[in-house]
Structures are given as C-alpha cells and as structure tokens.
C-alpha cells in the first residue's frame, strides 16, 4: 500500500493558441490508473494577467477525473502581475513557474528578481526550467550555421554547461530573494553537483523526470530519434548514473512526469530542424511501476524512497501535506494498492494516454497497480478504470513559510 502519488509537472491545460493531446481528461485517466492521484499543471499567463491563466485552467479541469492545483508560468513579470500573487495564493495557486531558457528572463532580469521576492513574500514556490537562453541560442545559432540541423544534433544544441550555469544563477536568485525554488528535469552529473551546492546556500529542491532515469543519448542515433525529445536532452550513461544517485540520497526531492506527449507523426513529420520538433514525451501511467521496477527491485531505491519522491515530497513541497501525500487520519485517502509481482509489457495501446506511442514501448515491467483509491473512491481496479470526468477537485495550495 502506497499513498496515492502527486506529479508536481504536468502540461495538461491549454493556452490561447495550443491544446495539448492529452488534455486534463485524457492525462488524468493515465494519471489514475498508473496511482496518480494528484497532477499539478502548468497554466500560462494570459494577456498579461496571471489570474486569466489560473481561469482558463480552471475551466479546462472541469473535465479532470483526478485532483489537481497549478503552477503559473510567468511571462511578463510586470508590476501588475507581481502584485496579483498575493491574491492568486491567497485563494489555493501558490506556485508559479519561470523558464530561464526564455529570451524574456535574459531581457528581464531585474523584473524576473522582483517576482522571485514577491513570490517569497507571499509564500508561494518557483518552479524554475533552468537552461541558459544564451548558451542554447549560441549553440543553435552554430549547427545551423554548418548545416547541421538533423534530430541527431539535438543534445548539441542544449548542453551540459546550459544547464549548469543556469542552476547557479537559480540558487544565486533564490539565496538573494529568500524565494524558494523547484528546480524541474535536472538530467546531468553536473547540474546535480550545483544542486548539492546550491541546497546549502538557499532553499532549493531538485526534480528529474523519467527519461534521465532510464534512456541515454544513445537514443539519437535512431532515426526515429525524434521520438525522445526533451528539454534538456538525454544525457551520457554517467550522467543517468548520477541522477540515480542523487535520488536515492535525497539531492533529488521528486521525480515529475513533465507530460506533454505528442503523436508520433508529429515528432517525426519531414523536414523538422532539431529546434523545431516538438519537446515532451507521455510519462504519467508509468512513472510508479517503472521506478518500481527499475529502482526498488533492482536496490537502486528502497519502497520507503520511492513513497517519499513521489508522494510526501512533492505534496510537502506543493503546500498540500498531509491532505496529500500521506496515509493518515485527516488526509484524504488517495491510496494505491500495489502488486509488486504483476508483470507488464508496455504497449501504448493498452495505456490511456491519447498519444500512439510511448517512449518505453516494449519494456518488461515487474509491479504494477491493482487498485487505486482517490479520496476514499475506488478509481481503478484490476485494468479497469472506474472515475468519470469532472471528478476531479482543486487541492488549493498553501503558503510556505
């Protein structure tokens, strides 16, 4: 018996101009019979306003079988949008979410600072893609320029050192500003040293997700390559080593799905330069049985590890604990009955994603979900999936002191 897990990143809301495939009705019925209870979803500020994004959320989740909060992804750090925080935590969204890797936060430092002190004001977490526009923008300036433009360059294009030198700066922001910050999909030996660095300078929680646990850059020299994209890309075998490592002595504090898959004839359509295929992959329906199998029973992680990365952490870190991420009296019996013997072959069409593929197709896995229980309902059992749309509620989100 496990409590039911919380996926601190997700993209399963909409935005102005995308609609994801696997949408807060598609990604909650994986989420569910993989033992996700709980999902937290980016929302994007919307003409400005960080509340119209929570908005559209909330109207996309009315289709959610599954509970869910959000982060807000900033865009604009304007002054009327660092003045909604308050009222956007007050009522349950205490998360925001920055993309370092943007254009915007090279142009606007200084504003994007502000928002990381308003945010510590109002007790809200920053969950942070830590990527350097820079570096990248050089590096994909230059494989363009030699006419090396195919999926093969990708990892190329997004290097280590990208990674690295925008950890530092999170930390150094974090530390100045008294923020806390989610640090998403750290995938590198490197970046998980500035990390442990970083931890002691301010307060700074790590996340990686699937793809660095279990595939390697080996994966590009497919040619259906494209079908791995990421952001960061997948690293070396040392490197996979090291986020193992990291996660099983606490360096690493969760592992989050980052689920925004795409059909394969997307991934793959003719003439993409690498910059152009689009990032993410499906990973919520099989984020506990594979760490199960793949960590637990191979010695990598032990069953109280694997309860704490994927349940108390992200729901302590979330503001949710002990509502979420606990088995106790007052919490609010999201529970996962595991088998820890039942064998799977991963096939994307017995899963529930919408997508056609699934990037571990053809994986034997060893424990898989027999029954889970969301707020005291049985949702799924035994390969049957039980929860209808609009079952789904907000968890609001607490402040952090």
């Not at 009327?80 to 606007?108: T, Y």
């Not at 329906?285 to 199960?292: D, I, S, V």
């Amino acid at each position: 018996m496990l409590p039911g897990c919380v996926d601190l990143h997700t993209h399963l809301a909409s935005t102005p101009t995308f609609t994801p495939l696997d949408d807060f009705e598609h990604g909650t019925r994986a989420a569910l019979a993989g033992g996700v209870t709980t999902v937290v979803s980016m929302v994007y500020q919307e003409d400005g306003s960080l509340r119209r994004g929570v908005e559209r959320g909330m109207r996309d989740a009315e289709r959610s079988l599954g509970d869910f909060a959000f982060h807000v992804v900033v865009t604009d750090p304007s002054e009327a949008a660092r003045a909604e925080i308050p009222g956007l935590v007050r009522d349950g969204h205490a998360g925001l979410k920055v993309f370092m890797v943007s254009p915007r936060f090279v142009e606007r430092r200084d504003d994007y600072r502000r928002l990381l002190r308003a945010a510590a004001d109002a007790g809200a977490v920053v969950a942070i893609h830590a990527e350097d526009h820079e570096i990248v923008a050089a590096r994909t300036a230059e494989l363009h320029a030699s006419g090396r433009t195919g999926v093969e360059h990708f990892p190329e294009s997004r290097p280590v050192e990208a990674e690295v030198k925008a950890v530092v700066e999170a930390v150094e922001l974090a530390a100045t500003t008294t923020a806390m910050v989610y640090l998403v999909h750290l995938s590198s030996r490197a970046a998980l040293d500035a990390l442990r660095i970083g931890k002691r300078l301010a307060r700074a929680f790590g996340e990686t997700r699937p793809l660095y646990l279990y595939l390697t850059r080996a994966q590009f020299d497919r040619s259906d390559a494209a079908l791995w994209v990421g952001q960061p890309p997948l690293r070396e075998a040392d490197d996979v080593a090291a986020v193992w490592t990291a996660l099983a002595d606490g360096t690493l504090d969760t592992v989050g799905t980052d689920h925004i898959p795409h059909t394969r004839a997307a991934k793959l359509a003719p003439g993409l330069t690498f910059d152009r295929i689009p990032p993410g992959v499906s990973n919520l329906e099989t984020l506990l049985p594979m760490l199960y199998s793949e960590g637990v029973r191979k010695g990598r992680l032990t069953n109280a590890r694997l309860a704490e990365v994927l349940s108390s952490a992200p729901a302590r870190i979330a503001g949710m604990y002990p509502r979420k991420g606990a088995i106790a009296v007052g919490s609010d019996a999201d529970l996962v009955v595991f088998d820890p013997e039942a064998r799977r072959t991963i096939r994307a069409t017995e899963l529930h994603s919408a997508c056609d593929y699934d990037p571990y197709e053809g994986w034997e896995v060893t424990g898989w979900p027999e029954v889970v229980i969301a707020r005291g309902e049985i949702v799924y059992e035994r390969g049957k999936l039980n929860a209808k749309p609009g079952r789904g509620q907000l968890v609001p989100r607490a402040a952090l002191s």
